[in-house]
């Protein structure tokens, strides 16, 4: 059973499209998080929901929209791709936002490219 | 502001022992954790240091020093599969984890 599950894997798009990344977690965890991976290996938090509220904004374009429908589920939606938005794409979840050894547990990663 | 400091690559023989130091500065320190990361791979979690001291799991053991801002992770009897990337990690009480930019350890034979 996979415990943090993406999709895509691999997502190729065009400049300008807009597309969604779906993140699901059966662990039970109230917390689930997005990262971004650059491509020199920098991992960045961007958005984080406990328990289907949002408590981590980062600076991240408008153009980047977390939507989770439960506490289960976390999809990114990306509209008016850019170049520079190509990256890995984790999930992340934990079983909840803070406490004291938190682990995260992070999904496969989505690999955008944008041409 | 917020920044954590480690070496960008390290290489050993395997069956040595490797340390991988983390300095950090940032507001609201809660605890240090360490990742490890396949290429490829997604980050997993090794290790968790909130207090001073040594923590020990298995080959793998982390340190932190927190009047320093600074902690080590330490990989005895090197073996071919650690070749990946490290990352040190800052647990902040705005519930955020920052990481650090990773170290690439290259394990030779």
């Known amino acids: 059973d996979t415990a943090v599950s993406q999709t895509p894997k691999y997502l190729v798009t065009q400049m300008g499209n807009d597309k969604s990344i779906k993140c699901e977690q059966n662990?039970?965890?109230?917390?689930m998080y997005w990262y971004k991976q650059d491509s020199k290996k920098f991992l960045k938090i961007m958005f984080s929901y406990n328990n289907k509220e949002l408590i981590i904004n980062e600076t991240v374009p408008n153009r980047f929209s977390p939507k989770s429908p439960d506490k289960a589920h976390l999809n990114l939606h990306i509209n008016s791709l850019e170049l520079g938005d190509s990256a890995v794409y984790f999930c992340?979840?934990?079983?909840?936002?803070?406490?004291?050894?938190?682990?995260?547990?992070f999904g496969p990663g989505t690999r955008l490219l944008v041409l | 502001g917020q920044s954590l400091e480690q070496p960008s690559e390290v290489t050993a023989v395997e069956g040595a022992i490797v340390q991988i130091n983390c300095t950090y500065q940032t507001s609201g320190f809660y605890g240090l954790s360490w990742y490890q990361q396949h290429d490829g791979g997604a980050p997993t979690f090794l290790s968790y240091?909130?207090?001073?001291g040594l923590e020990e799991t298995g080959r793998f053991s982390s340190f932190l020093s927190r009047s320093d801002s600074y902690g080590y992770l330490l990989l005895q009897e090197l073996q071919m599969k650690d070749s990946a990337s490290y990352f040190c990690?800052?647990?902040?009480?705005?519930?955020?984890?920052?990481f650090g930019s990773g170290t690439r350890l290259l394990v030779r034979p």
């Open positions: 240091n909130g207090l001073d």
């Open positions: 990690a800052v647990r902040r009480r705005s519930y955020k984890l920052i």
């Open positions: 662990l039970g965890h109230d917390t």
């Open positions: 992340a979840s934990s079983l909840t936002p803070g406490g004291a050894e938190e682990t995260q547990y």
